[in-house]
T-cell receptor
Framework: SQQGEEDPQALSIQEGENATMNCSYK?????LQWYRQNSGRGLVHLIL?????REKHSGRLRVTLDTSKKSSSLLITASRAADTASYFC??????????FGRGTSLIVHP | GAVVSQHPSRVICKSGTSVKIECRSL??????MFWYRQFPKQSLMLMAT?????????EQGVEKDKFLINHASLTLSTLTVTSAHPEDSSFYIC?????????????FGPGTRLLVL
């Protein structure tokens, strides 16, 4: 069964704007990961945040985790057209097996 | 970085035939590989966990006799869709977890698009 649920399902912005995607989950986790998928391609790992961490940065990406609310957010700053993709959060089920949400489809208009 | 390949990238077959998909970790050894299925605009659904040298562990609702998994070496796992039907048409993605203790990240292959006519 799906653990993470992303919100919104679709997001359309202009290049240069920031994009924020949220992920909510139901049960306690060891870590939460964000992945990116270009249309018809495999997944690319973006960032992993552990349950004892609250915020993590990687380049233009900022991920937050609020375990009390069982939610995480992914912020992409100064978006580019090349950021157009689907973004998935995945929570682990133990043994490092991620369970994926439905994803947020991001379109960045040039 | 760790690279996982899949072959073929896309395949079209007739109903009733079997299709084999290969998943290879190119620059690392993977004790465990995972097979996922993804329908258009949907999430990845875990089908099975493949462990080198042992039987695969299938998720509930996934027929093990229909989706045969063989993890023959630390760098290769295969998924065979037997007697494929149109409803098996989907995007199949594998991932591999490096053998290193404590490695939490999985590395995904580019996917195989299967179309059964």
């Amino acid at each position: 069964s799906q653990q993470g649920e992303e919100d919104p399902q679709a997001l359309s912005i202009q290049e240069g704007e920031n994009a924020t995607m949220n992920c909510s989950y139901k049960t306690s986790i060891n870590n939460l990961q964000w992945y990116r998928q270009n249309s018809g391609r495999g997944l690319v790992h973006l960032i992993l945040i552990r349950s004892n961490e609250r915020e993590k940065h990687s380049g233009r990406l900022r991920v937050t985790l609020d375990t009390s609310k069982k939610s995480s957010s992914l912020l992409i700053t100064a978006s580019r057209a090349a950021d157009t993709a689907s973004y998935f959060c995945a929570t682990d089920r133990g043994s490092y097996i991620p369970t994926f949400g439905r994803g947020t489809s991001l379109i960045v208009h040039p | 970085g760790a690279v996982v390949s899949q072959h073929p990238s896309r395949v079209i077959c007739k109903s009733g035939t079997s299709v084999k998909i290969e998943c290879r970790s190119l620059d690392f050894q993977a004790t465990t590989m995972f097979w996922y299925r993804q329908f258009p605009k949907q999430s990845l659904m875990l089908m099975a966990t493949s462990n080198e040298g042992s039987k695969a562990t299938y998720e509930q609702g996934v027929e093990k006799d229909k989706f045969l998994i063989n993890h023959a070496s630390l760098t290769l796992s295969t998924l065979t869709v037997t007697s494929a039907h149109p409803e098996d048409s989907s995007f199949y993605i594998c991932s591999a977890q490096p053998e290193l203790r404590g490695e939490e990240t999985q590395y995904f292959g580019p996917g195989t698009r299967l179309l059964v006519l």
